[in-house]
């Protein structure tokens, strides 16, 4: 149980494109996800909250209008790079909880590279 | 402010035990997580700790001191696909995990 699956789990585009990333938990329903990313040798940073049917919560430095994310559901939530730029280019990893309140679960993640 | 603070890298030989150590400052505290990452992957859960005490599954073992701000996660028996980085995270009142910079372990033969 709890599987969080992401799509496309690479991606590489040109700079000034937009790219959209899928998050989706599998076997339970998710009232919160969450987006990180992670740039080599570093730990994860929480770039937002997203609870369905709301608005996501960023955090600090993390523009919004350029990572636009959509919770629609309560399995779905998307992460769209607006203008994509080559300093974008990273992994972005998902996160799900809902089934235990207490327990992220998170997707395999998106590498992004950005040319 | 927030802190946590794991050591950078460990290394230990292969049917050992290491234990990593993990110590936080947070302004909320609602549990305390330990994710094992493998280079180019997404972290996976390896372990919950609310109340104090020790926490066993398997050969991974979690203990947490809520008075201390202090936990440990201890691998037993290490195998080589052990080698990964193991993170430790603190989940505030709001749900967020605060993430520690993580420890890398090396399992030598």
Not at chain 1, 43 to 65: F, H, I, P
Request: glycine share 8%; with cysteine.
């Amino acid at each position: 149980g709890a599987v969080v699956s992401q799509h496309p789990s690479w991606v590489i585009c040109k700079s000034g494109t937009s790219v959209k990333i899928e998050c989706r938990s599998l076997d339970f329903q998710a009232t919160t996800m969450f987006w990180y990313r992670q740039f080599p040798k570093q730990s994860l940073m929480l770039m937002a909250t997203s609870n369905e049917g709301s608005k996501a919560t960023y955090e600090q430095g993390v523009e919004k209008d350029k990572f636009l994310i959509n919770h629609a559901s309560l399995t779905l939530s998307t992460l769209t790079v607006t203008s994509a730029h080559p300093e974008d280019s990273s992994f972005y990893i998902c996160s799900a909880s809902g089934g235990n309140p207490e327990t992220q679960y998170f997707g395999p993640g998106t590498r992004l590279l950005v040319l | 402010g927030q802190n946590i603070d794991q050591p950078t890298e460990m290394t230990a030989t292969e049917g050992a035990i290491v234990q990593i150590n993990c110590t936080y400052q947070t302004s909320g505290f609602n549990g305390l997580f330990w994710y094992q990452q493998h280079a180019g992957e997404a972290p996976t859960f390896l372990s919950y700790n609310v109340l104090d005490g020790l926490e066993e599954k398997g050969r991974f073992s979690s203990f947490l001191s809520r008075s201390k701000g202090y936990s440990y996660l201890l691998l037993k028996e290490l195998q080589m696909k052990d080698s990964a980085s193991y993170l430790c995270a603190v989940s505030s009142n709001t749900g967020k995990l605060i993430f520690g910079q993580g420890t890398t372990l090396q399992v030598k033969p």
